[in-house]
């Protein structure tokens, strides 16, 4: 009988020890998921200025990084224009994922083909404030629900503003206008169509792309979305106020 109790008493806490771990791992994953549920309502607030958690390492790192907040007013229309046109051309009518780019895009792996991207600004936004670089499944699945949120609580204009001043455009370079300044000369509201667009199509990869000098194949894609952008005309409609 007392070996019996023994090992009831062991299994109870096991059972107990298991509990409490579970409560502190759901309390864990209650307050990551408060954290961005937080900030994104804060980040409705135009004089808050985000930073994304690359340039937090940057910071961490003691790198320091080049950023020159810029509002959509005084960033131009061209740089506007072009980034949509290259990374989400359907923005101003999807609700934070483009779920017809992303199921053809499932499709594809699922049939062995070359894999794509169909993040959208949204979905970028999302990476860039508050999860990791590189590619992975789980960093995916995170980066949806979060991008469905960001586009509930902020108005289109605000989530372009917010990314054309977080996303990367080279090493410790952050945002269109620091961009425009170190690879042009000149500030983001001053560029040329070509050079908005080749701002544009850096995006993607700008540890290997150089806007300011462009390889043949760069020029081409630039060249694309300079027609691309002065063609926009109701696409581009959410980003005027």
């Known amino acids: 009988m007392a070996r019996g109790r023994s090992r009831n008493g062991r299994g109870r806490t096991t059972r107990g020890r298991l509990g409490w771990l579970l409560r502190r791992v759901v309390v864990v994953l209650a307050l990551l998921a408060f954290i961005p549920a937080a900030l994104t309502l804060l980040y409705r607030v135009p004089v808050v200025h985000p930073i994304s958690t690359l340039m937090v390492k940057d910071l961490a790192t003691f790198a320091g990084y080049d950023r020159k907040w810029t509002s959509l007013e005084d960033m131009g229309t061209l740089i506007q224009y072009s980034v949509m046109m290259s990374e989400d051309g359907q923005f101003c ?57 960001i586009d509930v609580i902020l108005p289109k204009h605000r989530i372009m503003e917010i990314y054309l001043n977080i ?11 620091a961009a425009a300044q170190h690879y042009f000369g000149r500030s983001a509201k001053n ?30 894609l630039a060249a694309n979305i300079e027609r691309r952008a002065q063609r926009a005309g109701g696409y581009v409609g959410c980003l005027k106020r």
Do not use: C
């Not at 070359?114 to 590619?135: C, D, E, H, Y």
């Not at 996303?167 to 206008?177: D, K, L, M, Q, S």
């Not at 667009?197 to 990869?205: H, I």
């Open 93 to 149: 009518s999807h609700g934070g994922v483009d779920w017809g780019a992303l199921n053809t895009v499932i499709n594809d792996a699922l049939s062995g083909e070359a894999a794509r991207g169909a993040s959208t600004i949204p979905m970028q936004t999302a990476k860039n404030l508050f999860l990791w670089q590189g590619r992975s499944f789980i960093r995916k699945g995170l980066e949806l629900p979060l991008a469905l949120y």
């Open 167 to 177: 996303a990367e455009w080279g090493p410790n370079i952050y945002g269109a206008e």
């Open 191 to 220: 560029l040329t169509r070509r050079q908005a667009a080749l701002l544009a199509v850096t995006l993607p990869n700008p540890h290997a792309r150089n806007p300011a000098k462009p390889s043949g194949g760069l020029n081409r």
